[in-house]
């Protein structure tokens, strides 16, 4: 079994299985070698640069960072920490989420998701997606309160945004704070303003393959409410203000100066690599139509006064299997992200729901095939996908 990507991406496909073939991929599907080719001077000087400075955990980068991201995202407050799980651990944590509680969110999603409400002896409660967007729908939330809810958490999946407005409503009805899991979506756009600016706090993953990646693990949450800042940056350091007086149970997960110092070379450079993964998006969409692919895959939706950063480019189709096996036999990489909704998943077994119960995120994991879209991916590559993929249909 081979990735194209090395082991770092493992953690993100999830399935990890990539389609039985023979056949060596022309690229891969990601390819983090091109992104660093680009800039390995600047990252090779910023890791120098800590490496003299023996300064590891909480100095000048992280600060640098935190406050560079907190401008660029549109918050008062941003405070790394070491991964983008931790950030979703440490908001839920900060925000008084606790045993017996339950935390509103998506099943079709990443795994953290409900992990880091699961964590803290929380419960999450899962509500079915909208099939047009992937993303939780704001419509079956009222359902799915209870006197117990003590948050929403909703996710802005492959890099589109939920539909925040209305499950703001619902959550202000009940009192209830929004956290942004924005893992896979620094700087995409909900009617003009950024993700990670509209919830109490949005979480942010720097793992290697997001769109902001780290040479490791990395994550950091934002928010406008400077009390709930404080908190996070006492729980990211054992507790602790001052050293050796720990106010509370806290853990270590802080964001390293050497992630922190590469992060602010390559925030330096994400604007291009979004507008190139927009631009990339945009041409699959005039491919497909030109394929006449329309009626036999379905593209996910990019509402009006929403911007996606495309950190996923995922289709739809019934014969998702069939159709990834042929593109695996022309040498086109394909990843499934997710094939199993986490109400399906072994290790939410306690919460004992079965097959059936939320169907849109069923036929979703069904259905879905992410293609590969990353900034340096050349134009040829880009329709290779697509006329395999018409060849696949017949409509070459
Ligand atoms: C990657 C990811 C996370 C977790 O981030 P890590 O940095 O890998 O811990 C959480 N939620 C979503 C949706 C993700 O994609």
Redesign the pocket.
Known sequence: MRSPSGPQFA??VGAGHQAPTGVEPLFPFLDLKAQFAGIRNEVMAAVSRVMESQQFILGKEGEAFEREVAARVGVRAALGCA????A?LLALQALGVGAGDEVITTPF??V??AASIARLGARPVFVDIQPETLNLDPDRIEGALSGRTRAILP?H?FGLPADLDPIFEVAKARAVPVIE?A??AIDAGYKGSKVGSLGATG?F???PS?NLGGAG???LMTTNDLDLADHFRVLRNQGSRQRYTHEKLGMASRLDEIQAAVLRVKLRHLDDWTAARRRHAERYRALFREFGLDGHVKLTAEPLGFVHVYHQFTIRCPERERLREFLAGQGIPTQIYYPVPLHLQPAFAYLEHRAGEFPESEQASREVLSLPIYPEMSTEHQSAVVRSIAQFYGTA
């Open positions: 953690p993100v991964s983008g799980s931790d979703l999603t990443f953290a998701t996710v999946l899991d893992a896979q979480c993953s720097f793992f997001k693990d990395g994550g």
